[in-house]
């Protein structure tokens, strides 16, 4: 429906079936949390879903909004697009997979991307929620290039780079300790 009313030339109807797009994706997270049914298979055909909808937004934004093609804006948009596809790449060539990382910078990025398009569609451009999208998104991405970089494999639920960080040390100074009372 969503390609549909873009193809036909209706971005204002884009903008309201968006709101119930997304409001049922974050329902459907939030329900296999809260009934602990968690798949691996859900996780990665909800990251699968939430990228086929982000590319196609890319695409309804580059037909509407002229903004976002030319002038200062344009830069920071492709940036961004070519760096969220830079984060797909590597989780491809370094895991030979779509990478899930269900990180709490993406879903910070995915609150902010979502009131952007929902408000460009239905009101219209708003410079300041570009780039608060944008910026969100940049530093979404940036932290899963690290964390795809920098770990031997992928974990869905690690939360952030920092979460991880923390963990690692703590089991660190556990062994440790394990070690002196041992001895």
């Known amino acids: 429906m969503l390609w549909a009313a873009a193809l036909f030339g209706l971005p204002t109807l884009v903008g309201w079936l968006l709101i119930p797009t997304l409001l049922t994706d974050a329902l459907d997270g939030y329900l ?6 968690v798949t691996s298979l859900g996780a990665r ?5 939430d990228s086929v909808l982000l590319g196609s937004s890319a695409m ?7 903004e976002l093609t030319s002038g200062p804006s344009a830069m920071v948009f492709f940036v961004v697009l070519s760096v969220w ?8 060539l370094r895991f030979g997979r779509f990478a ?14 979502s009131i952007f398009l929902v408000h460009t569609f239905i009101v219209g451009f708003e410079p300041a929620l ?9 530093l979404s991405c940036a932290e899963g290039i690290l964390i795809l970089l920098t ?15 923390r963990k690692v040390a703590g089991n660190v100074d ?10």
Do not use: C
């Not at 309804?60 to 002229?66: E, K, N, Q, R, T």
């Not at 596809?85 to 491809?92: A, N, P, S």
């Open 85 to 92: 596809i830079g984060q797909i790449m590597v989780g491809l």
């Open 45 to 49: 055909l909800d990251s699968l879903a």
């Open 130 to 138: 570009f780039y608060l999208a944008a910026g969100s998104a940049l």
């Open 60 to 66: 309804w934004l580059a037909m509407y909004v002229p």
């Open 174 to 183: 556990r062994v440790r300790s394990t070690r002196r009372i041992s001895k």
């Open 100 to 113: 899930n990382l269900h990180l709490y910078s993406h879903k910070v990025a995915a609150v902010a991307i």
């Open 151 to 165: 770990r031997s494999r992928i974990n869905e639920r690690m939360g952030s780079i920092l979460l991880a960080s």
């Open 32 to 37: 296999a949390r809260r009934l602990e049914q």
